[in-house]
DNA sequence: TCTGCCGGGGG
DNA sequence: CCCCCGGCAGA
């Protein structure tokens, strides 16, 4: 990386001080360099080659406006200065509070500076003066949210902290040497995250005490603390004890300029909040990635797989494809809640990914997952295709719990039997909430909602020309208890008896329990 | 009153 | 066993 480069990745808004003093002499043994006094303060504009000295130049615009070159030498940040050797390469250290904390913090507490000796530890200006310690802001929200995990770093960070107490002069590593194109590529990135977190940038007018209400010394300490728990955390790539910068800047960057804003904003709750951040920015992935699990939203809709990443993608679908609604206007009733469902897709096998189709509205508990996978494939498919349409009044929810009997004892009696047993423990499982005894369906409804319902409404209008008189008997024996509303009989079994769902005159259609006025077998609870 | 089904009984 | 029914209890 050169000059050039450097100026492509701007160091321009990185705030640095400038220090009368060089600390950039290679040579200089550990703990006999000098002070550092800066006087100057400012954020770099530029950098350019110096024609006469062929040394790099910054251009600085000071707090107090003006603007002023600097030789690289005498430019530091965040305690670093920004060129020691002749080589701007370094600048990828010290390019953020964020970074340099990270790479130039070991374990042990010690500020290290590769491939320099030692250095005055002026890290945001700290032991300056206030002049100075605005530096630290951007630190600061970079990895400000790591707070938790830094405080809970126990000795490594009191050891930190001591020195940064009696500060001053930390032993260097000067074996420390940069690992070659990851190391440019992160200089690169660190640059931005710079830019991202500048004081200038972000705030240009409050002071570090605005932002970080603690004594400065406080906030200097977490900012250093945090950034070295943020390279152990994960958050970063770096490994503190690792100069090796293997991995890609971009995602920590985005990331973290992210939790610098809600740090900003919270101290507190940097877990919660930036949980809450996916989630409204709608990017489910960090909270499942772990299990390698996703978040969609399916579509619950008849003859509708459609599945999105999104609730409001999912909402405005079935807003606008279902429901008829008016797809500019992002007004929801809630209705659409009752048409999708949020679903786990282990990314692994995404095929069997319906295990948990919560109701995204009622509470968020998850249901079993075993009864959507079996019930899904078996079901939909059969009925879509067979009819369709007419039903649909998924605005009702009654409705369709009437024919839903007769889909379901259809499927019990038609098809495989085999799904009996598992709707029934589903059943069971769902504790009947807003189930009605007579009809298995609408149990479905407690926790498949519309799924159950408007699946069921296709079969049952399917089987309605065979079984015309069966169908309207059904009706009318379930007109009185039109809702599931009534509550869940406990003791009795809460699904529909043979009897119900085919009436007396088909009694031969009955399980023979039934017949024999013992325990349904075919609609068991 | 309807319904689910237990308990019992006849063949 | 198969089949049927009296009768109870919950809704």
Redesign the pocket.
Known sequence: MNSKRLLDKSPAGIRVSTASVKAGNNNHPAGNSKSIGTVDCGVILACKNDPSTGSILYTLMLDDGTLKDYPSEDIVQNGIALKTSGKEKHLDQKKTGCDSSVEDTGPSGSVQKRGSPTYRLIVNGRNLDDQTHTEGRGLERCVGESKREALSLGPDISLQERYLHTSSHIPVPRNRKPSGHADKEVMAATVLTSLSTSPLVLNPASGAPAAVPEPTSRGWKESLSASYSSSTSGNWSWDASDQSVPSTPSPPLSNDVNKSFLLSSQGDDNIEESETTHFLFEDPIPRKRKNSMKVMFKCLWKNCDKVLSTSSGIQRHVRTVHLGRNSDSDYSDGEEDFYYSEIEVNMDTLSQGLSSLAPTSPTSAAPPPVFPTPDLPHSEPAHITLRGAPCHTPLSQSAPSTLCHIRTDHAYQATAPVSIPVSSKFIQSESGISMS??SPPVIFKGSLGPVSQIRTVGVGEKRQPAQNATVTKIHT?AA?APKPS????????EA?????VYGMEKKDMWC?????????QR???
């Open positions: 005894w007579q024996s009185p009534t509550g869940a009989r406990k003791p009795r079994g529909k008896k043979c009897r119900k023979t329990a039934c017949r024999w006025k013992k325990a349904c609609f068991t609870d």
